[in-house]
């Protein structure tokens, strides 16, 4: 029988010089490439054909996609994300975590302590160390004679309740005349750390006309602040943690965003719950931390002073208002850069937002 003679290599098509070279490119599936699809890594195109261009890609960075939801599997997600500035001091970006918010407020410290420390003296330390000095002597003595177990008690002197009424109003009108000091000194510190952040010019002085500008409205909605606390407290102690917690935002939106501030407080605490939760928690322990430090005088007064000093101003009772009175700063200062950052980083997760459009909000 005769043998199929030997193909002609000298022939183009099928027969020619194609098809000794290497075979065409396959899908992984084993089906033949399309025409034009790229080759898969460590694959050669067929002798003769060209890759396909394909469209040209955007980078990645200038891919359009709604703020606020993830992007799609096998999307490269943006970094820093359009609209925000990596270098921003104030507005931790979203993605960055804790160690961004702790790098804000450090950096907010180190720019903004000569400037917020006298403004937190005048409005803190001040008006705490006179409001305890006054108070002292108005505090009605209880009955100090001892009685055999088994007696009753020993009567209220004369007008020991009249003393105990006087006591507790003069404690809540100078409490109230301290909250507005202080929501003065809130105000103007809030303004200067927005401010240098921004690195626009300013000054203690400027800082506290601002503060007296917008102290009524923020003193007014700490009022009520502080009364849905105690009735959360009253109302089995947990509902006045979760006020404390869920409203303690209130003080920079009504400053940078106004408007009725107790329920934008609730939104941004509610939009992040946990790491919202987790840096106030972190901002009140360091402060109560900074407070703890006139505790020992307390105790040391329970044991060594005299009962019948408590209505004096004999030294216990100066060195106490003294310590709470230094300690009053550095707990404001606590507070007041650890909540700033923690709002400037909830407004990043609800679109671009820098510390100079934060300056032209609080004005």
């Known amino acids: ?21 290497p075979p065409p490119v396959r899908h992984p599936t084993g089906f033949p490439a ?3 699809q790229q080759p898969y890594p460590g694959q050669q195109l067929h002798p003769g054909r060209q890759p396909h261009p394909g469209p040209a890609l955007p980078p990645a960075h200038a891919v359009p996609y709604p703020p606020g939801h993830p992007f799609p599997p096998g999307y490269a997600v943006p970094w820093p994300p359009p609209g925000y500035d990596p270098a921003d001091p104030l ?30 003296a005048l409005t803190h330390a001040l008006p705490t160390l006179l409001l305890l000095l006054a108070t002292v002597p ?43 000091v202080q929501a003065v000194g809130w105000a103007a ?26 102290a009524p409205a923020l003193w007014g909605w700490t009022v009520v602040y502080v009364l849905l606390m105690l009735v959360g407290f009253v109302l089995c102690y947990l509902p006045g943690l979760y006020v404390m917690a869920a409203l303690s935002l209130f003080g920079p939106v009504l400053l940078f965003e106004g408007g009725a501030p107790l329920g934008r407080a609730r939104q941004l605490f509610h939009a992040r719950l946990g790491p919202v939760l987790g840096r106030i928690a972190l901002v009140g322990l360091a402060a109560s931390l900074a407070s703890m430090v006139v ?27 003294l310590g709470a009175a230094l300690v009053a700063v550095p707990a404001a200062l606590v507070y007041l850069i650890g909540l700033v950052v ?22």
Not at 342 to 363: C, D, F, H, N
Request: proline share 14%.
């Open 1 to 21: 029988m005769s043998q199929p003679p030997p193909p002609d290599r000298s022939l183009p098509g099928p027969e020619g010089p194609a098809a000794v070279g």
């Open 34 to 36: 399309h025409p034009g």
């Open 91 to 120: 507005v931790t970006l979203p993605g960055e975590g804790l160690s961004g918010w702790f790098s804000r407020c450090s950096g907010t410290l180190r720019r903004s302590w000569r400037l917020l420390v006298p403004v937190l």
């Open 138 to 180: 108005l505090y009605p003595l209880p009955p100090l004679e001892p009685t055999a177990p088994g007696e009753p008690p020993p009567p209220l002197p004369d007008g020991y309740l009249a003393d105990l009424g006087v006591f507790f109003a003069a404690m809540i009108g100078l409490g109230c005349l301290l909250g507005f």
């Open 189 to 214: 510190g809030t303004r200067v750390v927005a401010r240098q952040a921004a690195g626009e010019p300013t000054s203690a002085g400027d800082a506290l006309a601002y503060g007296l500008r917008r």
């Open 295 to 321: 505790a020992p005088i307390q105790v040391a007064a329970l044991f060594f002073a005299d009962p019948a000093d408590a209505a004096s101003l004999d030294g216990w009772n100066v060195a106490y208002a």
């Open 342 to 363: 923690t709002y400037a980083e909830q407004r990043a997760y609800e679109g671009p937002v820098t510390a100079a459009r934060l300056a032209g909000e609080i004005g």
